[in-house]
């Protein structure tokens, strides 16, 4: 069984940061992508940043220079630094990570079970 635990969510007025985490466990072999998505009221789930396979970075147009992604392999997890937050942030965030669980296994996909952020103005 694979989970992915998400912490670090929150209420912050515009302006702030906080830093979210993801922590992987249970039966890994091997972590591919792994990153973190949102989902605001009413809306679909969009990409915020995430580590490609190729271990390359993507962030969202929209948090470029304000959020920062890392990774520690050592601890399966990920993280995501948000400052400069706006209002526009708020929403559940979801950390999501392709992993197989053993030697020849494939790569599937899991979620965590998301995290609020809600930034006011």
């Known amino acids: 069984q694979v989970q992915l635990v998400e912490s670090g969510g929150g209420l912050v007025q515009a302006g702030g940061s906080l830093r979210l985490s993801c922590a992987a466990s249970?039966?890994?072999?091997?972590?591919?992508?792994m990153g973190w998505y949102r989902q605001a009221p009413g809306k679909q789930r969009e990409l915020v940043a995430r580590f490609t396979s190729s271990r390359s970075t993507n962030y969202a147009d929209s948090v470029k220079g304000r959020f920062t992604i890392s990774r520690d392999n050592a601890k399966n997890t990920v993280y995501l630094q948000m400052n400069s937050l706006k209002p526009e942030d708020t929403a559940v965030y979801y950390c999501?990570?392709?992993?197989?669980?053993?030697?020849?296994?494939?790569?599937?996909?899991?979620w965590g079970q998301g995290t609020q952020v809600t930034v006011s103005s």
């Open positions: 999501n990570a392709n992993i197989a669980r053993y030697f020849g296994d494939s790569y599937y996909s899991y």
């Open positions: 249970g039966s890994i072999f091997r972590i591919d992508a």
